[in-house]
């Protein structure tokens, strides 16, 4: 038995339509939407402001405390040194570093290796949690020299 163009359509129509009304498949769409939605939500850490959240018993400065952080996991050859400077990125003076880490969270956000950015200093372990916290409090009270 053959159908018809028309035949072939509505049984196409309500098959589809049943799918779509079918309370179960409306359930898992939601649910699979809310899902994404939260997953995207948690990428924005990039965006908090570590240096307003930092708790600073001290004020940090370049010269004391940030050159030697920066020196030591940045600022090295093939990176972000003057010479390299991997990204664009050059953290081996004050007045760069200062450029770079005002400028915008990402600096921040990348050594605290929020989702969303490159966590650095990239092929190493994270930075102390002490030495973090010296580059948020840093920022914080305005980059000090």
Known sequence: MMMNYKSRFV????TQTSVI???????????????????????K?????YAESA????????TADIAQILN??????GC???ASKKDGIDLSSYAEAKNE????????????HASGVKAMPQG????????INKLDCWVKNGCPE
């Open 80 to 82: 972000h040194n003057a």
């Open 55 to 62: 708790t600073c018993t001290s004020t940090p400065t370049y």
């Open 101 to 112: 880490f005002i400028k915008s969270n990402t600096a921040l956000a990348s050594v605290h």
């Open 124 to 131: 190493q372990s994270k930075l102390s949690d002490a030495s």
């Open 11 to 14: 049984r196409l129509f309500t």
């Open 72 to 77: 030591a996991s940045c600022a090295t050859q």
């Open 21 to 43: 009304l079918n309370p179960f498949a409306l359930v898992a769409s939601m649910a699979l939407a809310c899902f994404v939605f939260c997953c995207a939500a948690c990428n």
């Open 45 to 49: 850490n990039k965006d908090i402001n």
